[in-house]
T-cell receptor
Framework: QKEVEQDPGPLSVPEGAIVSLNCTYS??????FMWYRQYSRKGPELLMY????GNKEDGRFTAQVDKSSKYISLFIRDSQPSDSATYLC????????????FGQGTELSVKP | DVKVTQSSRYLVKRTGEKVFLECVQD?????MFWYRQDPGLGLRLIYF???????EKGDIPEGYSVSREKKERFSLILESASTNQTSMYLC????????????FGPGTRLLVL
């Protein structure tokens, strides 16, 4: 079993839809949770970062962490064609100096 | 604006060749990382470095080595390239022990024939 599981998709939605992307993990010691966005032929860029459990909102994006269920989510409201990309969840143990464990990535396509 | 650059965007090499992938960051970051990205497997850590001349093995170091002679430059070396090393290689850097942000380079797509 992989340490971090993410549905690879692809996921196709119409413009304006609410998108839900999810990851599950097995290591309860993970403390830091991140979502990266990767456009085609580009490197990943950090989208959202949360520490421990809870919600974090940034514009149309909301990240949720449920440590009791070992489950994290990224919600995209009013999705746009420019949101079409691969979304990668990543997580880290406390005091691991930046070493991240990534999910497989979910490919999202938002159709106009 | 932060910047991580990689020496090549696309590279084609033959089996058995020695391959050098270069990564340079201009942010004075202590930590640098090399990942490979394959469909269905996500990003997997090959090697990382916390400081000049220091290196640590990641999850899949076999067949690779690294060099960090200067703070801004982290090189990945494939001693004898094999076809199963065909992949996208991504370099990243971050400041100090904080894992809040890893800045990634654009990637090098390597094809080994």
């Amino acid at each position: 079993q992989k340490e971090v599981e993410q549905d690879p998709g692809p996921l196709s939605v119409p413009e304006g839809a609410i998108v839900s992307l999810n990851c599950t993990y097995s290591n309860s010691a993970f403390q830091y949770f991140m979502w990266y966005r990767q456009y085609s032929r580009k490197g990943p860029e950090l989208l959202m970062y949360t520490y421990s459990s809870g919600n974090k909102e940034d514009g149309r994006f909301t990240a949720q962490v449920d440590k009791s269920s070992k489950y994290i989510s990224l919600f995209i409201r009013d999705s746009q064609p420019s949101d079409s990309a691969t979304y990668l969840c990543a997580m880290s143990l406390y005091n691991q100096g930046g070493k991240l464990i990534f999910g497989q990535g979910t490919e999202l396509s938002v159709k106009p | 604006d932060v910047k991580v650059t990689q020496s090549s965007r696309y590279l084609v090499k033959r089996t058995g060749e020695k391959v050098f992938l270069e990564c340079v960051q201009d942010m004075d970051h202590e930590n640098m990382f090399w990942y490979r990205q394959d469909p269905g497997l996500g990003l997997r850590l090959i090697y990382f470095s916390y400081d000049v001349k220091m290196k640590e093995k990641g999850d899949i170091p076999e067949g690779y080595s690294v060099s960090r002679e200067k703070k801004e430059r982290f090189s990945l070396i494939l001693e004898s390239a094999s076809t199963n090393q065909t992949s996208m290689y991504l370099c990243a850097s971050t400041v100090g022990p904080s894992m809040e942000t890893q800045y990634f380079g654009p990637g090098t797509r390597l094809l080994v024939l």
